[in-house]
């Protein structure tokens, strides 16, 4: 078993070396990163100082843009319009949002959140950060890559905290990280396409696009077994598609005694391919890691939650290093949300030791599914400034972006109040049970 995971490692490494020489970071070609230095309105022209070169490039006002739309002496995304010539602007996007004492708070009691949802549930918490952060103005791709840079510390915690307590497979996750990474590089060069063909509006309908799709299908087939699970219906017992897969002796055969599982690494493999695929390009891995194991591996939801943090510790620490090498990595949200998170993994970790399998499944459901209504409410937005669309009338647009905003923050809300709740209760009983024993072991003697 040493061996294979030697080389496993070993080829992930050159992997990682081959993907370093010949992918490189620069951004898409269709898409200019830097700050526009001047701007003209009667030759209809902005002059931009190109990031990481001393160039000046000076570049045309697309069709319908005027002098406002350029923003000075601030680092934009520029996307270019190559059918209407090689320097055309298409549209224009501040990187880095300036950071107001609101936002500074609203980021921290984001990460705090976060946080607890990881710990708790296993996912980095990517599904109620992400959207955040473009809810406050950044873009997609910058969301993704930040959210992904402050996921691997985080996961660490976490990991290590769940390791303590008995809960997460080091083997398992370790085997599905491997595959997990060449998901990460698949992903961002998916991103990287998208940017260089859509610009920026085509990454943030991307990211919402997949985000409402993986939401609603793994949050109702989440929430129906974990409705099932608390009422009784069926026993906490494995899947018959995990049954079925263990069946199967194909080598490498793994044992993996935390999870308690024996089955071939070849099931393990489009599980950790997918998580990677799904973690780089909308920065959330666990929606597929998690149920992944619980359903395909047959783990049980209480290893499966903790195991996805081993998972996004690796691939978060070599998918920060390909974004960062991107320059799309905003370090002051990085380290807003790391802070808020790093106390809620632990809280969160904490919580798993006082509840039930289907009260895990449970949070996880109704926040994917709140989580959905947010991010769907800003689909209409994005089709309409890539022209898929008439553009909405003001009176619309306002409405949806009300909705988005306050689902999300119905999302927060909801996954505080129920893992604090079950949290306190299982302290209680806990509490109680050994008070109990403890007057028994008295009477007795």
Known sequence: MKKIIILMLAVLTAFTFASNSFAGGPPPKNVVKGIFTQVDGTKGTAVIKVDGHDELRTLSLGKDMTVEDIILEKKVMVSLNTEAGP??????????????????????????????????????????????????????????????????????????????????????????????????????????????????????????????????????????????????VVEEKTSNLALSLQKIELWPMMEFKVAKVRISAWVTIPVGLFTGLLAATIAVGGFIGVPGMIYVVGASAMVASATELVVAFVMGAYGSVQWGISGLIDIRMTLLILAGSLIGVQLGALGTTYVKDHTIKLVMAAVMLIVALSRGAKVPGYLADLDLIPALKSQLGYLLNGISFWALIAALAVAGVIISVAMIKGILQDKAEKRQNQGVQEAVS
Not at 160 to 169: F, L, P
Not at 170 to 192: D, P, R, S, W
Request: aromatic share 10%.
């Open 87 to 232: 320097n055309v602007i298409k549209d224009v996007s501040v990187m880095f949002f300036d950071m107001t004492i609101t936002k500074i708070i609203a980021l921290l009691v984001v990460g705090l959140i976060g946080g607890l949802l990881s710990g708790f549930i296993g996912s980095g918490g990517a599904f109620v950060l992400t959207p955040a952060m473009m809810s406050l103005g950044a873009p997609g791709a910058v969301a993704v890559a930040s959210n992904m840079c402050h996921k691997f510390p985080k996961a660490m915690v976490g990991s290590y905290k769940r390791w303590k307590y008995g809960q997460a497979d080091i083997k398992l996750g370790l085997v599905m990280a491997v595959t997990a990474i060449i998901g990460v590089e698949v992903g961002i060069k998916m991103q990287k396409w998208i940017l260089s063909h859509w610009g920026n509006a085509g990454s943030n309908l991307y990211v919402s696009v997949v985000f409402v799709f993986v939401l609603i299908t793994v949050g109702a087939y989440v929430l129906r077994d974990a409705l099932r699970s608390s009422k009784g």
